[in-house]
């Protein structure tokens, strides 16, 4: 008798990924820049993910909206959206679902837009590829939206080429496409990263207005827990490939339980009771991720390592409500 293979149960939340796994096959060897990872995210929620250059952020990003970069394939899991497993959806589906179901602010602002069109014309190719408009009514919309993103004067920087607009217009510019059909789950990839503080501060300000209004759930990717404890619900620790710690906002700062998370906190300033003079980094180097070393992957920087962390690979789990990590010795 053959075996009927069981279809996995859908997902209770917006979304819900399962043991994600997104490899690249290299000559020198399987990078596993996603290496296993699971969350959910619920309507109007944000979930903040943080890790330090390389640990796999924008792959596990990427991979949510089946963009990985050759190379890089996705080789395992479930990405649940709204009751869809989209890693098991036609092409033709996805690309629907890119834009309404979900859509993503992609990590450089400044090169994701075409230097060649104007900007208005770029969000209203944006909203003519879901919707059957004409390009007047897209054209139209294109403005509005520039207007709702707090871009001054919309009706005249419609019409600008993105190398007349500033860095923190053109991350402007990349939220009105990325909202323009509605998602439902927004991915924001270092939203901030390549902007001056006090643009990061509007952009940011803006990224939750818009959430609030049109209650998306918000993906927030980037390396800086300062702006998690300003905008996240939840919050996920990567390293290498792995989430180690996953726990609400509160949490993680009160009560951080991953020695990986307890040396990101030391290294941000303004965080603990002390005050101190000098940010502390975090001693050794990222990990190459063809080189991870045996058991536990922090192993060769967890200043509270033993001798059996190179025998064990720990695996993501609950040590208290709602709140998991990755650690024997937790
Ligand atoms: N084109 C590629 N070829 C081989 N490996 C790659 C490629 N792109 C990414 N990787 C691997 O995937 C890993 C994760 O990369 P990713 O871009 O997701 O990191 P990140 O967490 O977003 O970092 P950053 O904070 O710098 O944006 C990298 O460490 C690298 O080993
Ligand atoms: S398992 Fe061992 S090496 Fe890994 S984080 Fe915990 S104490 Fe450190
Ligand atoms: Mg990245």
Known sequence: MTAVPIAPAPASSLLEVRDLRTFFELESGVVRAVDGVSFALDRGRVLGLVGESGC????????????????????GGQVWLEGRDLLALPEREMRAVRGEGMAMIFQEPMTSLNPVFTVGSQIAEAIRLHRRVSRRAAWARAVELLDEVGMPD??????????????????????????????????????TTALDVTIQAEILDLLRTLRERHGMALLLITHDLGVVAEQADEVAIMYAGRIVEHASVLEIFERP?????QALLRSMPGVGSERRDRLETIPGQVPDLLRLPSGCHFRDRCPKAISRCAEEDPALEEKAARHTAACIRV
């Open 154 to 191: 919309p009706v005249r920087r419609a019409r600008e080429y993105p190398h007349r607009l500033s860095g923190g217009m053109c991350q402007r510019v990349m939220i009105a496409i990325a909202i323009s059909c509605e998602p439902h789950v927004l991915i924001a990839d270092e939203p």
């Open 257 to 261: 339980l991953h020695p990986y998370t």
């Open 56 to 75: 796999g952020k924008t792959m596990t990003a990427l991979s949510l909206m089946r963009l990985v970069p050759r190379p890089g394939r996705i080789v």
